[in-house]
């Protein structure tokens, strides 16, 4: 069972002991290989000024919406916003590279419900074409960067290679393969966890004795996570065990928010955990797999000092 709170509201009331795994900034990479498809590309040519003359040569301005078959951010809307620039359409020879993508015009939006993250595609320029251009097609190899991020997304850095083979004729069935590969990290959750209550589960049964204990479970890093799981629960005094069926879903929690959880243990005897002055405690160990915006797992581990009234 788990609560949604806020971690905000919920200090206020309980003085508790926490145990915290610093926050970190970007101190997880996930690498990036996507391929994307479109056949709905569509778009105007312009006539520019040459290079020669000061200029950056004829535009084909299109835009995309290709899909992604699998990886973190398959599930985005796409758009690929191609700002092709060409001095010539390379008819006489359309293996020469006569074509280039100019400085941050070009790239690739992926929006999702965790927020959008910007790509900015370039290769060549007016001097050094490096993409090849018949007039209607184009082919070649560039590099990307992270040029804007929202979100769960804030913050991400990242850059890479790509390579494309895209149309830029008339009408709004023009092709686009795109293949980009890299790696892009977000900002990190971290783990705080405190016990909040514990409190035995009734009368024994079959000889056991029983109690569950709740947790607050709290996303004290900067980055937002994203299906976070319990995925062990142990106890350093012998006889007592969890029996929670694992890994147990937790849900998503945002950087500074809260949610509740609870562990039920078995004991042999109440009498294997009773600790002068404390009742019955115990050291529990926890692991918490939090992952980022990117879905890159970390997992967590910390032991938390459990005490269960004597009573009851």
Same mark, same amino acid.
């Given at each position: 069972?788990?609560?949604?709170?806020? &971690?905000?509201?919920?200090? #206020?009331?309980?003085?508790?002991?926490?145990?915290?795994?610093?926050?970190?900034?970007?101190?997880?990479?996930?690498?990036?290989?996507?391929?994307?498809?479109?056949?709905?590309?569509?778009?105007?040519?312009?006539?520019?000024?040459?290079?020669?003359?000061?200029?950056? #040569?004829?535009?084909?301005?299109?835009?995309?919406?290709?899909?992604?078959?699998?990886?973190?951010?398959?599930?985005?809307?796409?758009?690929?916003?191609?700002?092709?620039?060409?001095?010539?359409?390379?008819?006489?020879?359309?293996?020469?590279?006569?074509?280039?993508?100019?400085?941050?015009?070009?790239?690739?939006?992926?929006?999702?419900?965790?927020?959008?993250?910007?790509?900015?595609?370039?290769?060549?320029?007016?001097?050094?074409?490096?993409?090849?251009?018949?007039?209607?097609?184009?082919?070649?190899?560039?590099? =990307?960067?992270?040029?804007?991020?929202?979100?769960?997304?804030?913050?991400?850095?990242?850059?890479?290679?790509?390579?494309?083979?895209?149309?830029?004729?008339?009408?709004?069935?023009?092709?686009?393969?795109?293949?980009?590969?890299?790696?892009?990290?977000?900002?990190?959750?971290?783990?705080?966890?405190?016990?909040?209550?514990?409190? =035995?589960?009734? &009368?024994?049964? &079959?000889?056991?004795?029983?109690?569950?204990?709740?947790?607050?479970?709290?996303?004290? #890093?900067? #980055?937002?996570?994203?299906?976070?799981?319990?995925?062990?629960?142990?106890?350093?005094?012998?006889?007592?065990?969890?029996?929670?069926?694992?890994?147990?879903?937790?849900?998503?929690?945002?950087?500074?928010?809260? %949610?509740?959880?609870?562990?039920?243990?078995?004991?042999?005897?109440?009498?294997?955990?009773?600790?002068?002055?404390?009742?019955?405690?115990?050291?529990?160990?926890? %692991?918490?797999?939090?992952?980022?915006?990117?879905?890159?797992?970390?997992?967590?581990?910390?032991?938390?000092?459990?005490?269960?009234?004597?009573?009851?």
């Amino acid at each position: 069972m788990r609560t949604r709170i806020r &971690a905000s509201a919920f200090f #206020g009331l309980i003085m508790l002991v926490a145990f915290l795994v610093p926050p970190a900034l970007h101190a997880a990479t996930s690498s990036v290989f996507i391929e994307a498809q479109a056949v709905d590309g569509a778009g105007t040519a312009e006539p520019g000024v040459a290079c020669a003359d000061g200029g950056f #040569g004829d535009s084909w301005t299109y835009a995309y919406s290709p899909t992604v078959s699998s990886g973190p951010l398959s599930s985005s809307s796409l758009v690929l916003d191609l700002e092709l620039r060409s001095d010539a359409t390379g008819a006489e020879n359309p293996a020469d590279p006569t074509a280039w993508l100019h400085g941050d015009e070009t790239s690739l939006t992926f929006s999702n419900e965790r927020g959008t993250l910007v790509l900015s595609l370039s290769s060549g320029s007016c001097g050094q074409p490096t993409l090849a251009f018949d007039g209607s097609s184009t082919s070649g190899s560039g590099t =990307w960067a992270v040029a804007s991020a929202s979100g769960s997304y804030r913050q991400a850095v990242g850059s890479g290679t790509f390579s494309l083979d895209a149309e830029v004729g008339p009408g709004a069935g023009n092709s686009l393969d795109l293949d980009l590969g890299g790696s892009i990290s977000v900002l990190d959750p971290a783990l705080a966890v405190e016990v909040v209550r514990a409190k =035995w589960d009734g &009368a024994p049964d &079959a000889g056991f004795h029983y109690a569950t204990v709740t947790y607050l479970v709290t996303n004290a #890093g900067v #980055g937002d996570a994203f299906g976070v799981r319990l995925t062990g629960a142990s106890s350093g005094t012998a006889g007592i065990v969890s029996v929670e069926s694992l890994p147990e879903a937790i849900g998503d929690i945002a950087a500074g928010e809260s %949610s509740l959880m609870q562990v039920r243990y078995r004991f042999d005897s109440k009498r294997v955990c009773v600790v002068k002055g404390e009742g019955c405690a115990f050291d529990a160990g926890l %692991s918490i797999e939090m992952p980022d915006a990117l879905d890159a797992p970390a997992t967590f581990t910390t032991t938390e000092r459990v005490r269960v009234p004597t009573s009851g």
